[in-house]
């Protein structure tokens, strides 16, 4: 599959946190591969700790059963003294950092520090990285960040709900969104229907499950959204007759005219943020021959399988679907550059003011990390997402239920 907000950040794991600015360089040049916004549940690769199995804390013999009843009613862990004081390292989180815990706690409670940390990411490099691959990989990208995309553009109001109904009411018009159910428990988020022209999105709220909550998504420009059939919809223009069977390429897009008046229109080199894009038909894969629709970068031919990512002074040289491609680094934002060794865009960390360890810290119920978005230690108090406590015994600092 193509790159989608691939994501090159050094010295950071967001919702885990980033190290001080004081530690080695090595340290600092270290950069985790970032977002799959086929997914959006990347952005950090470490693994989340899972409370207790049965959710209760074994009580010790001498223990008074009453006080253990109640222990266990609240799932206390056994790492949170009742004397524990919280202390002041770490400023309140922005609105977005807020708006995107939050919702990372509503689409997946198990998981927030993933969700939270790709949400972030997407906010900073949202409009920065190119997309390229097949019609099918596009809308299934398109579809996965809608909700982030909407969740960034609506944070003041999420970072002012006090639970997951009030959040996601901001992403429905503010009106109650309803419950919807997707086709398939591998689907983060898919358009399943129109609202007065604007696409209707099911969101997925449980990964075990197909079980999801509406959101509304805004068609861009000219578009509109209709439907086709039960199970898919999407924003199209209605300046066609003659229906084509498959997507096909014409003047350099995506093009498909799925019936009279619904007609689908992907910009390859809009999707390829200026990095150069233009619609080829590519070997599917499948051995037989048949090709497929997709966006391919301009540049020169190159082995996609063999090629290994380099600087061009600011730029990262990258290779997808056989054509080279370059990314400015310093359109990420002010002061990052390619890092020749490890090929990667870094920021520069100099300003920076974090002070907490690489990987987050917890203080009682709060969670401290190095925000990305602000350069500075924030905190977290992790019941006011609707989880627990703060946990660090599994090697992955996050908020648990």
Same mark, same amino acid.
């Given at each position: 599959m193509a790159r989608k907000l691939i994501v090159m950040v050094a010295a950071c794991a967001l919702i885990a946190g980033c190290g001080s600015k004081n530690k080695n360089e090595g340290d600092a040049d270290a950069a985790p591969d970032g977002v799959d916004a086929a997914d959006m549940t990347e952005g950090?690769?470490?693994?989340?700790? @899972?409370?207790?199995?049965?959710?209760?804390?074994?009580?010790? =013999?001498?223990?008074?059963?009453?006080?253990?009843?109640?222990?266990?009613?609240?799932?206390?862990?056994?790492?949170?003294?009742?004397?524990?004081?919280?202390?002041?390292?770490?400023?309140?989180?922005?609105?977005?950092?807020?708006?995107?815990?939050?919702?990372?706690?509503?689409?997946?409670?198990?998981n927030p520090r993933d969700n939270a940390g790709g949400c972030l990411l997407?906010?900073?490099? =949202?409009?920065?990285?190119?997309?390229?691959?097949?019609?099918?990989?596009?809308?299934?990208? @398109?579809?996965?960040?809608?909700?982030?995309?909407?969740?960034?553009?609506?944070?003041?109001?999420?970072?002012?709900?006090?639970?997951?109904?009030?959040? &996601?009411?901001?992403?429905?018009?503010?009106?109650?969104?309803?419950? #919807?159910?997707?086709?398939?428990?591998?689907?983060?988020?898919?358009?399943?229907?129109?609202?007065? =022209?604007?696409?209707?999105? #099911?969101?997925?709220?449980?990964?075990?499950?197909?079980?999801?909550?509406?959101?509304?998504?805004?068609?861009?420009?000219?578009?509109?959204?209709?439907?086709?059939?039960?199970?898919?919809?999407?924003? &199209?223009?209605?300046? #066609?007759?003659?229906?084509d069977s498959d997507p096909l390429c014409r003047s350099g897009n995506i093009d498909q005219c799925i019936a009279s008046g619904t007609h689908l229109t992907i910009d390859c080199d809009a999707l390829a943020m200026g990095a150069g894009g233009v619609c080829e038909m590519v070997d599917d894969g499948t051995g037989t021959g048949t090709t497929v629709a997709s966006c391919v970068p301009t540049g020169s031919a190159c082995d996609s399988s063999s090629y290994t990512d380099s600087c061009s002074g600011d730029d990262i040289m990258r290779c997808e679907l056989g054509h080279e491609y370059a990314t400015d680094c310093t359109d990420v934002a002010s002061g990052w550059t390619c890092n020749s060794s490890s090929n990667e865009c870094v920021p520069d960390i100099s300003s920076w003011t974090c002070t907490v360890t690489e990987g987050g810290e917890c203080d009682c119920e709060d969670l401290l990390f190095c925000d990305i978005t602000a350069g500075a230690d924030v905190r977290l108090h992790c019941p006011d997402y609707g989880l627990g406590w703060c946990d660090d015994t599994g090697g992955a600092t996050t908020c648990i239920p």
């Open positions: 950090v690769d470490e693994p989340v700790v @899972d409370p207790v199995e049965d959710g209760t804390v074994e009580p010790d =013999g001498d223990e008074d059963p009453v006080e253990d009843a109640v222990e266990d009613a609240v799932d206390a862990p056994p790492d949170h003294p009742d004397d524990c004081v919280t202390g002041d390292v770490g400023a309140a989180p922005s609105d977005l950092t807020d708006a995107c815990v939050r919702m990372a706690a509503c689409v997946d409670p198990r997407i906010s900073l490099l =949202g409009d920065w990285q190119p997309l390229y691959g097949d019609w099918r990989e596009i809308l299934v990208a @398109d579809g996965a960040n809608m909700m982030w995309a909407e969740v960034i553009a609506n944070a003041s109001c999420i970072a002012a709900a006090s639970d997951c109904d009030g959040a &996601f009411a901001c992403l429905h018009g503010g009106t109650t969104s309803p419950t #919807c159910t997707l086709t398939s428990a591998d689907l983060s988020a898919w358009p399943i229907g129109c609202s007065s =022209g604007d696409l209707t999105v #099911c969101v997925n709220v449980d990964p075990t499950t197909t079980g999801g909550r509406e959101i509304i998504v805004p068609c861009p420009g000219t578009t509109s959204c209709a439907s086709l059939g039960t199970a898919f919809a999407g924003c &199209f223009t209605s300046d #066609c007759t003659t229906a």
